[in-house]
């Protein structure tokens, strides 16, 4: 699975925007965050990640994902 979101990565890194998230951007950003996608990209695609990190902390997006992973969205708690 993880060799799919290297794939991804490589294929939509160039139209992901952070800076005015649409379907794609929001569905990157919640399905990344399963199945250990984060560290693996972390490792992987870390240019990605914080494009996605950055798409999460969008205004539009942020209540909802800091809803849904409260701990993961707030960069001064220790991790879980």
Sequence with gaps: MHLHWESFADQFQSVLDAAN??????????VSRWSGTRAH?????????????RIEAHPALAPVMSR???QQLDRSAPPA
């Design 21 to 30: 998230p649409g379907g794609l951007d929001f569905l990157a950003a919640v």
């Design 41 to 53: 990209l972390r490792g992987h695609r870390p240019a990605v990640l914080a494009t996605l990190e």
């Design 68 to 70: 849904h992973w409260p």
